[in-house]
């Protein structure tokens, strides 16, 4: 018998990202953030998660992808890291879904820049593939684009 | 249960301990109480059973072994010399090592304290060759000890048994720190919940809403205070140690010292007495280190053998002062110089261009050290930036003023609490941002027409004209990078202050006074030093705590060592002679010659009739206010002629370091605010220099030099030095 994991999934454009699901705390709709000037681009801003305060990382910027054009409103996925919240905007959320571990791949060697580093593999689903996405990597902002 | 105990022994021990080492300091000096005697058997005694009982048998040992000494000292045997007294302290750390160990571990470890129960046991022989103290202690200890299993589990029986009058051990019990930590958090969550409310009921008219919504009002604010209040402890908890610190460290340098606390019941919040306890234990050494000299050298120079070392603490607008002063040497600003052209702190050239202030600043350098020898007690060069670095790190600022040859004095200023902070919210292109209230000295409208002439520049650099002297400006719009167009409209400015500095922020609006929750900001943003961290305001929106210290670092304002921009806003009459547009009063100073002075350190004018003028020391004094003021008649100082003894004085009230100086001059002639171009002219003391103003030649003064020159500031400093 295989192990089985959980993944919240969510989308940038038509890719699908994934995050194990016991690391995420909650997915909330678009809330207002606060900016803070100074900071590095791929850090949006900061919103009020029920008293305490929580950074928002804009992750299609941290893959280096255009905003989103039609003005939709990005949805929060909060997860939880070795030095506490963060909130990931994503387009949308997607399903909860069960992975089979021997549908895991480790990315691909032609992956090159940013992406690889913050993609731990890929799992094959019947429906396409579900990228993993390295939470605590997309955080280190050393290495995020900075325009 | 045993495990419980043994960490309740451990706790109360240390208590004990530390009233066990006070208690034998006060026998030093007052020999005969039998209630100081009493005490000290007590704590050792109550100890003892305790260990006893709890199989805790090598600390059992020492305490019954120190025990039989004090059983002697009770009964008048033995007298407690200063190396008596000296043993007992080592004994009692001997006692705080195991406990430590025992706190640690849960057992006894390995440390045998041989050696001090065989000095301990050779005083007790010594004295007596008769056993029946030690063995009459004994007897009653084996009566006792089964009474310790069956019906004391603690030791707090033997103390509480006998309280000493005024305690409140009966209606305190032990909390938690984490726990109160935890409801001081939740505490936090409730003022956010009652501002959001507050905010709500604002807008409706519903008096059954209105109503509940003040009282939940009233009572958030009187449980946060209360709360705060569990949290406060009193300054003299850390005091406590300095007592026996101040004597080993006397001994061991062979100096005389007296420590004096003043302030010792000044209540703080824990946090932050935790975070000021080894700065302010590192300041009490060097202030015997470094500060006193040794009884010969104070003999030498007239001083008495002793020397005083003062520690006093007060409240001061919402903020603890807590100063560390000495009556020792001083400190030598030539030889902090030295030392810091050699360290490459500073440059050979700049150095004697330096305030006093910024020579003392010099001390908190990282690897800075005057000490000649390096002691094992300071003087590693480690210290003062640490110190520095610790009391900046919970809001507060240090800093160093010296008498050299008489005394030294470190100031500390920190706030009250971290948690909830008064504050300030402002607001700019659109963002709310909080300044908390402490670090705001005033606030300055500038009406949408003014902001073209009010605003002037030094180059690029804002600068405003607060009353007479120029204030740095700062844009935070153009500091946060923020998008729109300055002046566009009335802007304010928050006069801010920062490690002694002031400068303007120019914001566009000012929204509320309000208490905020400080929240850290996460690791990602962490590293910009002009947030504070951030706050949740009434509407639920995060708003960014400006850190005003970290503004004015980014500007540059707190860089020691770029003088070009602080120069030209160095805010000393010289600076602000040399820049543009003066508030000046004339007067006259005999033979016809006009002088300037710069209005914004007038404090007024006055006229004296001759009989007010007395004699103090060898100075012209009056008296001004309930002062003593001193005068300085610059008639004579520029080689004028002395007044006629039956003539008025006429006299310029002029404030300089805080002190008001009373500047003789022969008339007033006007007021009046010009271009001033400065010429240097020949060096003449007490005289900067000259500009044409209103067509005639005016000589501008050097208060500062002229003070100096005439002697009465040293009498001044006299004066002062009643700390």
Avoid at chain 2, 125 to 153: I, K, Y
Avoid at chain 2, 230 to 240: F, K, S
Wanted: proline letters at 4%.
């Amino acid at each position: 018998m295989s192990q089985r994991k959980q993944f919240c999934t969510f989308y940038l454009d038509a890719r699908l990202f994934g995050v194990e699901v016991l690391k995420i705390q909650e997915v909330l709709r678009y809330q207002e953030i606060t900016e803070v000037p100074l900071a590095p681009a791929v850090i949006r801003g900061l919103l009020n998660l029920r008293g305490s305060i929580v950074a928002t990382l804009d992750l299609r910027r941290r893959f280096g992808m255009p905003p989103l054009e039609d003005g939709t409103l990005p949805t929060n996925v909060v997860a939880q890291t070795s030095s506490g919240l963060i909130s990931l905007l994503a387009d949308r959320i997607g399903d909860v879904v069960e992975v089979d571990e021997e549908s895991f791949e480790a990315s691909p060697e032609t992956l090159e820049g940013e992406s690889r580093e913050l993609i731990e593999g890929v799992y094959k689903l019947p429906s396409g593939l579900l990228l993993v996405l390295n939470v605590e990597r997309a955080l280190d902002l050393e290495a995020a684009p900075h325009a | 249960m045993q495990q419980q105990l043994i960490r309740d022994l451990v706790m109360e021990s240390a208590e004990a301990l530390d009233q066990f080492e006070r208690d034998l300091l006060a026998l030093e000096t007052n020999q005969q109480d039998s209630d100081l005697l009493n005490r000290i058997f007590r704590i050792i005694h109550s100890l003892k059973g305790t260990s006893g009982c709890l199989a805790l048998h090598k600390l059992e040992k020492l305490a019954h072994a120190g025990e039989n000494v004090l059983s002697l000292l009770r009964e008048g045997r033995l007298d407690p010399s200063k190396e008596l007294v000296s043993t007992l302290l080592r004994f009692s750390d001997g006692l705080r090592k195991t406990l430590a160990e025992v706190g640690e571990t849960g057992a006894e470890g390995t440390i045998e304290h041989a050696a001090l129960i065989g000095e301990l046991v050779a005083i007790e022989q010594g004295s007596t060759r008769m056993p029946p103290a030690a063995a009459g202690s004994a007897g009653l200890f084996s009566d006792e000890d089964p009474l310790f299993q069956q019906a004391t589990p603690g030791p707090t029986s033997e103390t509480a048994a006998a309280p000493e009058p005024g305690t409140v051990a009966d209606s305190a019990i032990r909390v938690d720190v984490g726990q109160l930590d935890r409801i001081m958090d939740l505490v936090g969550e409730l003022v956010l919940a009652r501002n959001q409310i507050v905010r709500f009921a604002g807008n409706t008219q519903d008096a059954e809403l209105i109503k509940p919504t003040q009282r939940l009002n009233l009572i958030t604010s009187k449980l946060q205070e209360n709360i705060m209040k569990t949290r406060m402890q009193p300054i003299g908890n850390v005091w406590a140690k300095f007592p026996r610190l101040v004597r080993d460290l006397s001994l061991e340098l062979g100096k005389q010292v007296a420590l004096s606390m003043e302030g010792a019941e000044t209540e703080l919040d824990r946090t932050i007495l935790e975070a000021i306890k080894d700065p302010l234990t590192h300041l009490v050494r060097n202030a015997i280190d470094h500060g006193l000299e040794t009884p010969e050298a104070r003999r030498a120079v007239g001083k008495p053998l002793e020397g005083q070392v003062k520690l006093r603490a007060l409240h001061e607008g919402g903020q603890v002062i807590i100063q560390v002063s000495d009556d020792g040497a001083g400190i030598d600003r030539e030889k902090v110089l030295r030392k810091a052209v050699q360290r490459n702190l500073v440059a050979a050239d700049e150095a004697s261009r330096l305030s006093d202030r910024e020579v003392f600043g010099l001390l908190f350098q990282p690897g800075f050290s005057t000490a000649d020898q390096v002691t094992n007690l300071s003087g590693r060069g480690v210290g003062m930036d640490v110190v520095k670095r610790n009391i900046e790190r919970v809001g507060g600022a240090v800093d160093v003023q010296s008498d050299p040859g008489r005394s030294t004095r470190i100031r500390i200023k920190i706030p009250l609490t971290l948690a909830i902070v008064p504050a300030l919210i402002v607001r700019c292109a659109g963002n709310r941002y909080a300044i908390p209230q402490a670090s705001l000295v005033e606030l300055v409208r500038i009406g949408e027409d003014q902001v073209g002439t009010l605003i002037e520049y030094v180059e690029q650099c804002p600068v405003y004209r607060l009353r007479g002297n120029l204030l740095p400006l700062v844009h935070l719009r153009a500091q946060l990078r923020l998008e729109g167009s300055d002046s566009s409209g009335a802007v304010f400015l928050l006069v801010l202050q920062a490690e002694g500095r002031q400068f303007g922020l120019v914001v566009d609006e000012i929204l509320d006074t309000e208490e905020i929750v400080v929240k850290p900001l996460g690791r990602e943003l962490k590293g910009l030093a002009v947030y504070a961290g951030a706050t949740i305001m009434g509407d639920g929106r995060v708003a960014l705590i400006l850190d005003v210290m970290g503004i004015a670092r980014r500007v540059g304002l707190l860089n020691e060592h770029s003088a070009s921009l602080r120069d030209a806003f160095l805010q000393d009459a010289k600076s602000s002679v040399a820049s543009g547009r003066q508030s000046l009063l004339i007067v006259g100073v005999g033979g016809g010659k006009q002088a300037a002075i710069p209005l914004a350190s007038v404090a007024r004018l006055e006229e004296f009739a001759c009989s007010h003028v007395e004699r103090a020391g060898t100075s012209d004094v009056v008296q001004y206010r309930g002062e003593i003021m001193p005068l300085v008649d610059v008639v004579q100082a520029l080689g004028g002629a002395a007044p006629e003894s039956d003539s008025a004085r006429r006299v310029v009230v002029y404030a300089l370091d805080g002190r008001n100086f009373g500047l003789v001059v022969e008339h007033i002639v006007d007021i009046l605010e010009c271009e001033v171009k400065l010429h240097r002219t020949a060096n003449q003391p007490g005289i900067l220099g000259s500009a044409v103003v209103q067509k005639r030649v005016t000589d501008f003064l050097d208060v500062a030099a002229l003070v100096a020159q005439s002697g009465v500031a040293s009498f001044e400093k006299a004066e002062v030095e009643q700390l």
